[in-house]
C-alpha cells in the first residue's frame, strides 16, 4: 500500500522526546533549542501583500541579503542563486531528492546530524564514512565543518582544503551544512569549505533558526549553477514557497541596524551558559565521562568511561524529568557506545546543575548494576 521508502523510515527519537519536554520540571538536554529568553519578541505589522503567493526562491531583498553574506565569506553565491528555505531542514530534503536514488553512496561523517541520516536512508543512500575524506565514489558529500551536531567540533582550515580537493578531484559535490557557525565562543577557522569550491559542485546552507528563532521555520541555500534551477523545481514541487510573514520578520531583523549587537550579546550570553554547563559537568560527572567544551554551538559531546549503550538509559532519564540525546542515534552505522550529546543552550543554570547531577547518579547506578 505504500511506497518503499517509508520502510526506512523510522520515528526520529528528537520528537519523541520533545513531545516531553514541557512537562513541568523536565531539564532537556535533549534538542538544539535557543534558550527562550534569547528568541525575538515581534510585535511588527504586516501587510496585504505578505499574505499574498509569492516567488519560489524567496523574497528579492531577503536573497539579496543573504548574498551580500555569503560573498563577503568568499562563496561564490550572487542573489539569483540563493534560495530561501522553509528551514534548513528542508534544504537536506531537496538535496536527497536531487542526487539519491536507492543504493547511491553518500558520505557523510561519523557521527553526524541524525535528521540528515534520517533522510538520506529514505531516499535509500548507502552511507558511506566521511572519515578524514569523502569516499571517491560518493555522489554526494554531506558535511557539518562548524560545530558539528553532535560533536561540536570545528574543521581545522588544512582538513577544510582536504575535503574541497578530494571533492574536486573525485567531482563529488560537497554539501555544507553551517547553521551553527555565528555562535562562536572561541576563535577558530569557520571559513566555508564552499568557497573552496570553485569549478565543482556544492550547496552551502545555514538558517536562521538558532540565531534567530526556530517557530518561523526559514534557512537558506546557495548552490553552483549546475544545481540551483533543480533545486528551485524541487522546491516548488514541496511548498511553493517559504511563509512571507516568517520572510519578512527576519528580513527586518537582520537589517535592522541593532542586529550585529543583537547577535554578539546572543553568543556571550551563550558562551556564558557553555562555561557555566562546563563547570557543572566537572563537577558532577568528571569521574565518569570525558568531553572538551565547545568552540560553539549549541552542544557537549560527551564519552562515558563505562561504554554503557546509553540509549537505555534515556527512559529511566526521562522517569526522573531528565531528557539527553543518546549519541549512538548519531552514528551512520555501528554506533560507538557510551555517547550523549547535551544541550547547554536551552536549560537555566540551575536546572543544568539539577539535570547534570540526576544523569551522572543514573550513569554511577549503571555502573554499579554491571
Ligand atoms: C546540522 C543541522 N542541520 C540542519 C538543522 C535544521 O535546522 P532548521 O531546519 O531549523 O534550519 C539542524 C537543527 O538542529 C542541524 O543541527
Known amino acids: 500500500m505504500f511506497s518503499t521508502r517509508i520502510d526506512s523510515l523510522r520515528p526520529s527519537p528528537i520528537r519523541e522526546i520533545l513531545a516531553v519536554i514541557d512537562r513541568p520540571?523536565?531539564?532537556?538536554?535533549?534538542?538544539?533549542?535557543?534558550?527562550?529568553e534569547a528568541l525575538p519578541d515581534w510585535t511588527g505589522r504586516i501587510s496585504r501583500r505578505t499574505l499574498q503567493y509569492g516567488p519560489s526562491e524567496g523574497e528579492p531583498d531577503l536573497r539579496a541579503t543573504v548574498s551580500e553574506r555569503l560573498v563577503r565569506l568568499g562563496i561564490d553565491a550572487p542573489p539569483e542563486r540563493v534560495m530561501i528555505l522553509s528551514g534548513s531542514q528542508q534544504g537536506i530534503d531537496l538535496v536527497a531528492k536531487l542526487f539519491i536514488d536507492p543504493?547511491?553512496?553518500?558520505?557523510?561523517?561519523?557521527?553526524?546530524?541524525?535528521?540528515?541520516?534520517?533522510?538520506?536512508?529514505?531516499?535509500?543512500?548507502?552511507?558511506?564514512?566521511?572519515?578524514?575524506?569523502?569516499?571517491?565514489?560518493?555522489?554526494?558529500?554531506?558535511?557539518?565543518?562548524?560545530?558539528?551536531?553532535?560533536t561540536g567540533a570545528c574543521l581545522p582550515s588544512t582538513e577544510r582544503d582536504a575535503v574541497a580537493r578530494a571533492c574536486l578531484d573525485a567531482k563529488t559535490t560537497?554539501?555544507?551544512?553551517?547553521?551553527?557557525?555565528?555562535?562562536?565562543?572561541?576563535?577558530?577557522?569557520?571559513?566555508?569549505?564552499?568557497?573552496?569550491?570553485?569549478?565543482?559542485?556544492?550547496?552551502?546552507?545555514?538558517?536562521?533558526?538558532?540565531?534567530?528563532?526556530?517557530?518561523?521555520?526559514?534557512?537558506?541555500?546557495?548552490?553552483?549553477?549546475?544545481?540551483?534551477?533543480?533545486?528551485?523545481?524541487?522546491?516548488?514541487?514541496?511548498?511553493?514557497?517559504?511563509?512571507?510573514?516568517?520572510?519578512?520578520?527576519?528580513?527586518?531583523?537582520?537589517?535592522?541596524?541593532?542586529?550585529?549587537?543583537?547577535?554578539?550579546?546572543?553568543?556571550?550570553?551563550?558562551?556564558?551558559?557553555?562555561?557555566?554547563?562546563?563547570?557543572?559537568?566537572?563537577?558532577?560527572?568528571?569521574?565518569?565521562?570525558?568531553?572538551?567544551?565547545?568552540?560553539?554551538?549549541?552542544?557537549?559531546?560527551?564519552?562515558?568511561?563505562?561504554?554503557?549503550?546509553?540509549?537505555?538509559?534515556?527512559?529511566?532519564?526521562?522517569?526522573?524529568?531528565?531528557?539527553?540525546?543518546?549519541?549512538?542515534e548519531f552514528y551512520p552505522g555501528r554506533p560507538t557506545l557510551g555517547t550523549i550529546r547535551l544541550n547547554f543552550s536551552h536549560a537555566g543554570p540551575d536546572a543544568a546543575e539539577r539535570g547534570l547531577r540526576t544523569l551522572a547518579e543514573l550513569i554511577r547506578a549503571v555502573d554499579c548494576r554491571r
Open 25 to 36: 520540571d523536565m531539564v532537556s538536554f535533549a534538542g538544539g533549542l535557543p534558550a527562550t
Open 103 to 150: 543504493k547511491t553512496p553518500v558520505a557523510v561523517q561519523s557521527p553526524t546530524y541524525l535528521a540528515a541520516l534520517q533522510v538520506f536512508r529514505m531516499y535509500g543512500a548507502r552511507l558511506v564514512d566521511f572519515d578524514l575524506l569523502p569516499a571517491p565514489d560518493a555522489r554526494l558529500a554531506y558535511i557539518v565543518p562548524t560545530f558539528a551536531n553532535p
Open 174 to 328: 560537497l554539501f555544507e551544512d553551517d547553521p551553527y557557525r555565528e555562535l562562536a565562543y572561541d576563535a577558530c577557522d569557520r571559513n566555508p569549505i564552499a568557497a573552496r569550491m570553485a569549478g565543482g559542485s556544492w550547496v552551502y546552507q545555514g538558517s536562521f533558526s538558532k540565531t534567530f528563532a526556530p517557530g518561523l521555520r526559514l534557512g537558506f541555500l546557495a548552490a553552483s549553477d549546475d544545481l540551483f534551477g533543480r533545486l528551485v523545481m524541487l522546491k516548488q514541487a514541496v511548498d511553493l514557497h517559504s511563509s512571507r510573514l516568517s520572510q519578512r520578520i527576519v528580513f527586518d531583523a537582520i537589517t535592522d541596524p541593532g542586529w550585529d549587537a543583537r547577535l554578539s550579546d546572543l553568543v556571550a550570553f551563550y558562551r556564558a551558559r557553555r562555561d557555566g554547563f562546563d563547570e557543572a559537568l566537572s563537577r558532577h560527572l568528571a569521574s565518569v565521562a570525558d568531553w572538551q567544551a565547545p568552540r560553539g554551538g549549541l552542544f557537549f559531546w560527551l564519552q562515558l568511561r563505562d561504554r554503557i549503550d546509553t540509549r537505555e538509559l534515556l527512559t529511566e532519564a526521562i522517569e526522573r524529568n531528565v531528557a539527553f540525546m543518546p549519541g549512538e
